[in-house]
C-alpha cells in the first residue's frame, strides 16, 4: 500500500456542487500538505496543517477548505465548485527531519 | 517572496545524451534545495536534494549543486535514458519559514528517445 493514499484518483464534477477530496498517510508524520498542480505553474500551496488542532492557509486557499480529522487524515473540500479550480491536487506528509512524500494526484475536472 | 525558476520544455533527447535542467532561485532566508521526479500518472518523489552552500546530492545519475553565489541548483545526468522520461520540478524549502512549505519551479518535461 502507498504511504500517503489519497481518493478519488479522478473526478468530474459540475460548477456550484460540493466536492470533497481525502487523503491518508501511513508514514506517522504530524504535518500534511495540500497542493495545487497546474500546466506551467508548479505546485502551489492550499492549505497545511501541523495536528488536528492547527490548520493555516497557504497562498491559494481562497475557496477551498480542509479538515484534519486526526492525525492520519487530511481532506480537502471544495465548497462550491468553479471550473478555474479543474487542476491536479497533491496532497503530501512531512517528518520532522524528512523530505515531503506526496500521493498520486487527484485530477479534478469542474465543468 | 521567495522564487524558483527553472528552464521551460519539454526537453528531448537521445538515449545517453547528457542532461542538464537549469533551476535558479531566490530566498529571503537559507533555504534547503530539491528536485523532485513526477513520472506519468504518479505524484512526485525525491530525487535528491542538498541542505546548504556547496553540498552536492546524487541519486540514479542525477547531480546537482548548491551554488549560493549563483543562487542556482542546476540538475545534470551524464547518460540519460528512456525511463528517465519525466517531469522534473526544482524546489526550495526556507528555514526561515515555519510552514517548511515547499516553493516549486514550473517544472521541466523530459522525453528521451531511443
Known amino acids: 500500500d502507498a504511504d500517503v493514499t489519497q481518493t478519488p484518483r479522478n473526478r468530474i464534477t459540475k460548477t456550484g456542487k460540493r466536492i470533497m477530496l481525502e487523503c491518508s498517510q501511513t508514514k506517522g508524520h504530524d504535518r500534511m500538505y495540500w497542493y495545487r498542480q497546474d500546466p506551467g505553474l508548479g505546485l502551489r500551496l492550499i492549505y497545511y496543517?501541523?495536528?488536528?488542532?492547527?490548520?493555516n492557509k497557504g497562498e491559494i486557499s481562497d475557496g477551498y477548505s480542509v479538515s484534519r480529522q486526526a492525525q492520519a487524515k487530511f481532506s480537502l473540500s471544495l465548497e462550491s465548485a468553479i471550473p478555474n479550480q479543474t487542476a491536479l491536487y497533491f496532497c503530501?506528509?512531512?517528518?520532522?527531519?524528512?523530505?515531503?512524500?506526496f500521493g498520486q494526484g487527484t485530477r479534478l475536472t469542474v465543468v | 517572496g521567495d522564487s524558483v525558476t527553472q528552464m521551460e520544455g519539454p526537453v528531448t533527447l537521445s538515449e545517453e545524451a547528457f542532461l542538464t535542467i537549469n533551476c535558479t532561485y531566490t530566498?529571503?532566508?537559507?533555504?534547503?534545495l530539491f528536485w523532485y521526479v513526477q513520472y506519468p500518472g504518479e505524484g512526485l518523489q525525491l530525487l535528491l536534494k542538498?541542505?546548504?552552500?556547496?553540498d552536492k546530492g546524487s541519486n540514479k545519475g542525477f547531480e546537482a549543486t548548491y551554488r549560493k553565489e549563483t543562487t542556482s541548483f542546476h540538475l545534470e545526468k551524464g547518460s540519460v535514458q528512456v525511463s528517465d522520461s519525466a517531469v522534473y520540478f526544482c524546489a526550495l524549502s526556507d528555514r526561515a519559514d515555519s510552514s517548511y512549505k515547499l516553493i516549486f519551479g514550473s517544472g521541466t518535461r523530459l522525453l528521451v528517445r531511443p
Open positions: 503530501a506528509t512531512q517528518g520532522l527531519n524528512t523530505e515531503a512524500f
Open positions: 542538498a541542505t546548504k552552500a556547496d
Open positions: 496543517s501541523f495536528d488536528v488542532k492547527d490548520i
Open positions: 530566498a529571503t532566508g537559507y533555504p534547503s
